[in-house]
């Protein structure tokens, strides 16, 4: 795995890990600027239930923050899921 602060095209590689969390220990951003109507989350549900997870929930780790994903994180809790995977 590359050294976090190496460069990577020109940026620097922030990415720490990946592995899981428990749905009620990831915060919602506040400055999150998405809302999700009911039929998108009747949708996303129905997804999951049908393949499963397919992309993990960006979160800040420091505070755990979620960066994306706030519809799956709130789904996997509604749903009594113990976990999440993140990246």
């Given at each position: ?7 990577v095209g020109g940026w ?76």
């Open positions: 795995m590359a050294d976090q602060d190496a460069l620097r590689n922030r990415v720490t890990g990946s592995g899981y969390e428990r749905p009620g220990d990831l915060l919602a951003n506040p400055a999150n600027h998405r809302l999700h109507p009911l039929v998108q989350a009747k949708a996303l549900s129905a997804l999951r239930d049908r393949v499963g997870w397919l992309q993990q929930v960006i979160v800040n780790l420091p505070d755990k923050m979620i960066v994306d994903g706030h519809l799956r994180v709130a789904l996997a809790a509604q749903r009594g899921e113990l976990q999440v995977p993140v990246d």
